[in-house]
T-cell receptor, first 113, second 109 residues
Framework: NAGVMQNPRHLVRRRGQEARLRCSPM?????VYWYRQLPEEGLKFMVY????????ESGMPKERFSAEFPKEGPSILRIQQVVRGDSAAYFC???????????FGPGTRLTVL | DAKTTQPPSMDCAEGRAANLPCNHS???????VYWYRQIHSQGPQYIIH???NNETNEMASLIITEDRKSSTLILPHATLRDTAVYYC??????????FGQGTTLQVKP
């Protein structure tokens, strides 16, 4: 059973560009969570999604960030007009049912030049 | 969500048991005790969780005190690959895991 997959693993963007991070949950999992880890800091919750629904987005920055988990395909975390402060590791996790044990992917490391 | 307190760092000799403590004195009745670890900069890895009873799996054992105010994660025979940051989390199953600073475990040869 393949684990949570994230791509790309490394992403480089220039200031002002858009970043799209993808997360494919484990097979049979319909709940996805996104976390961010800034350099030398802890992991911070961003958003919790179920298929076609945002359950909790209390950790999402108010501007430029959005997330979706469509009926078909991976979950997408989108960052518009990236700034240097967005440079971080972004981790996705999934669970089979709501708010159950979360299994994490390897992360996407975003570097903004 | 209940706050957890962990020592910032610990050392353990390879082959010996590593006992990682966690205080969660304000834990509520519906909050589980979860343990994750993060090796270098990899994605967090789930280790074990429990509510009231002690739990054991292929990776570790979790001992929760009767009053649930503290717990201990036990890695029975630590190896160099167990060097990581270990996070203890009081989780009410809301979907939001709150990670603290964790304990950096250094396993030494």
């Amino acid at each position: 059973n393949a684990g949570v997959m994230q791509n790309p693993r490394h992403l480089v963007r220039r200031r002002g560009q858009e970043a799209r991070l993808r997360c494919s949950p484990m097979k049979g999992h319909s709940h996805v969570y996104w976390y961010r880890q800034l350099p030398e800091e802890g992991l911070k919750f961003m958003v919790y999604l179920q298929k076609e629904n945002i359950i909790d987005e209390s950790g999402m920055p108010k501007e430029r960030f959005s997330a979706e988990f469509p009926k078909e395909g991976p979950s997408i975390l989108r960052i518009q007009q990236v700034v240097r402060g967005d440079s971080a590791a972004y981790f996705c996790a999934s669970s089979p049912v709501g708010a159950d044990t979360q299994y994490f992917g390897p992360g996407t490391r975003l570097t903004v030049l | 969500d209940a706050k957890t307190t962990q020592p910032p760092s610990m050392d353990c000799a390879e082959g010996r048991a590593a006992n990682l403590p966690c205080n969660h004195s304000t834990i509520s009745g519906n909050e589980y005790v979860y343990w994750y670890r993060q090796i270098h900069s990899q994605g967090p890895q789930y280790i074990i969780h429990g509510l009231k009873n002690n739990e054991t799996n292929e990776m570790a054992s979790l001992i929760i005190t009767e009053d649930r105010k503290s717990s201990t994660l036990i890695l029975p025979h630590a190896t160099l690959r167990d060097t990581a940051v270990y996070y203890c989390i009081a989780y009410p199953n809301t979907g939001k895991l709150i990670f603290g600073q964790g304990t950096t475990l250094q396993v030494k040869p």
